[in-house]
């Protein structure tokens, strides 16, 4: 349907490279995802590479500059929702970190929406509340006198960061706002936002006139759509770590090396992410291995465990936290884990582990409640590198192996430094890469260059092994979890695409599978969008069902018993979409 998809924004269209990913097997899957990343590097007038994105870059990485000159009454901001929160988290976090390590005041902040525990599971639904962005920004930059924000949404769409962005642009003599995300201005989100009159695309419009006189920057290289459509936690959640920490490096060499910000300098990161790509992809045979293994862990009902060391910990975690709401997962289907726990994370509201399972995140706590029930079917991933104690890895190591073979590694180790061969026998698949490295002072950047390939690495693994177990169809998440407006709106686009049904219709069926009726009544169609999310958040299946319902004009208890019959949901969808239509009319 061309015309329909001319409509989309970039990130929410069908990328024709993964339009059959469901069908490939694990090695042609990798090929698919190493040709859709590339396209983060794609040299054209509209990417990464192209003059007014790098020349934007130098210019955000002076003012970077100027509040590391002056850091008592300054503060750097990163603020998003879902992956770019967590991406904000994560920079934050490690700069303030090399900020110690150089005697420098910290001056990085994060704000990710639903807080921390944001960081950990989905909590969609804050994105949609502008009002309390702004509120919370301010809360955070309370007593600055100038404050650098950098507010993060791929799509261009996130009312969370436009209430932000509304609120810099309100007080420009304290804020210089910055907006990072993967659309082009005009293709912003124009719907109309809770408890606000404007919207994204006129906050972004603003920001582009104050950009002609240097009071506000807009970063939007084009990197080409996600290669399971819309998912942003791919090559968004790559691309926004790649941008922002070329900027925020290029600032600190400007302080503690004297290193003059240019557009060689930030070309040169973009370039030395594009060889970190180049470099975990070569390992496709133990990528594919993964992947596989993944697959049919998910395809036996087992599960899938990540532990890990540090920073690598936390991109477990975060590729962990993602499947939920990308896959309509179980919480428990994929976890990640972290030494220490909550100690290595150092997040701002601390120790979150009495708020449930899902914040359990320790080693320990895994020796403790995973390990006593894991079984053959499940798969453990260690994620460390040469620089971890590896005398601890192999010790807990060979402790899951006395419980199970089914284990892995991604491991990082230097040409100067390497792993001992005996510790990695221990594992069935070793995913190894080898690292140059010239001096103690880039140690720093090369944890970046770890958690980029690590983060490369998982989420081809994750997003493969759900892919295997049948949670897309084509290149859709078709069992998404309709959380918040943005996915309230996919649901709808992805209704569209497959029935050729008009908006209503679509919009109708989906609020028949979300209120659980065949009768929808004008109270259900009259009310607001979160109130939709907020039921459909405790639904399962509700695209699929929306989707039967359509194609073979049933009720909603027949959609119900079609998906109870396939095992998996690409099966139950493709067996409606293959068939002619029911013309019937809707209920």
């Avoid at 600032?251 to 910000?261: P, V």
């Avoid at 045979?285 to 532990?307: C, I």
Wanted: charged fraction near 25%; glycine fraction near 6%; hydrophobic fraction near 40%.
């Amino acid at each position: 349907r061309p015309f329909y998809e001319l409509s989309l924004p970039v990130t929410e269209k069908c990328n024709p490279i993964s339009r059959d990913i469901d069908r490939a097997d694990a090695k042609h899957m990798l090929q698919i995802l190493k040709t859709c990343d590339a396209e983060i590097f794609k040299n054209d007038d509209q990417g990464i590479y192209s003059s007014p994105i790098i020349h934007t870059m130098v210019d955000v990485a002076k003012k970077v500059e100027m509040m590391l000159r002056e850091p008592d009454e300054s503060l750097i901001v990163l603020s998003g929702c879902g992956t770019s929160g967590r991406i904000a988290f994560l920079l934050a976090t490690s700069f303030n970190q090399m900020l110690t390590d150089q005697q420098h005041t910290q001056i990085y902040s994060y704000i990710i929406a639903g807080g921390d525990r944001a960081l950990l599971t989905s909590q969609e639904a804050p994105e949609d509340r502008p009002l309390l962005g702004a509120r919370m920004l301010d809360e955070v930059c309370a007593g600055k006198k100038r404050v650098l924000f950098m507010g993060i949404s791929c799509g261009m769409s996130a009312p969370f960061v436009a209430g932000q962005l509304d609120l810099c642009l309100k007080h420009l003599d304290v804020f210089t706002p910055v907006l990072l995300g993967f659309n082009p201005v005009h293709m912003a989100r124009n719907e109309p936002m809770q408890d606000c009159s404007f919207h994204f695309k006129e906050v972004a419009e603003r920001m582009a006139t104050e950009q002609e006189q240097g009071k506000a920057f807009i970063i939007n290289p084009i990197v080409g759509p996600e290669a399971i459509s819309g998912s942003s936690r791919m090559k968004g959640g790559s691309a926004t770590k790649i941008i922002l920490e070329a900027v925020l490096l290029a600032g600190h060499e400007a302080i503690f090396r004297e290193k003059t910000i240019s557009p060689e300098c930030l070309s040169s990161w973009i370039t030395a992410s594009e060889r970190i790509y180049e470099n975990t992809y070569s390992h496709a045979d133990e990528l594919t291995a993964l992947v596989q293994k993944a697959g049919e862990s998910l395809g036996k009902n087992g599960h899938v465990y990540y532990l890990g060391w540090r920073t690598l910990g936390i991109i477990g975690m975060i590729d962990a936290s993602e499947c939920m709401p990308t896959f309509g997962a179980d919480f428990g289907d994929v976890r990640g884990f972290i030494n220490n726990g909550f100690k290595e994370m150092t997040n701002k509201e601390g120790d979150l582990s009495s708020m449930g399972p899902e914040f359990v995140i320790g080693h320990q706590d895994f020796v403790d409640t995973v390990l006593p029930v894991l079984n053959q079917n499940d798969m453990i991933v260690f994620l460390f590198t040469v620089k971890d104690d590896l005398h601890e890895m192999t010790a807990l190591a060979n402790q899951v192996k006395r419980k199970t073979s089914n284990l892995h590694a991604v491991a990082h180790d230097l040409e100067t430094l390497h792993i001992p061969k005996r510790m990695c026998d221990v594992f069935e698949t070793v995913l190894k890469m080898t690292w140059s490295f010239s001096s103690d002072d880039e140690i720093a950047v090369m944890k970046q260059k770890w958690e980029l390939s690590t983060k490369c690495c998982l989420n081809a693994l994750s997003t493969g092994a759900h892919v295997l177990k049948g949670k897309v169809y084509m290149n859709f998440m078709i069992d998404l979890r309709v959380t918040n407006s943005k996915l309230y709106r996919r649901a709808v686009n992805i209704l569209q695409r497959f029935t050729g049904r008009s908006k209503p219709e679509c919009e109708s069926a989906l609020l028949r599978a979300i209120y659980s009726t065949d009768d929808v009544s004008e109270e259900m169609t009259s009310a607001d969008v979160r109130t939709h999310t907020e039921l459909a958040n405790r639904r399962d299946r509700v695209v699929p069902a929306a989707l039967v319902m359509i194609h073979r004009g049933c009720s909603l208890t027949e959609a119900k018993h079609h998906l109870d019959s396939h095992a998996v949901i690409r099966d139950a969808v493709t067996s409606c979409v293959l068939s002619p239509v029911n013309t019937a009319d809707m209920k």
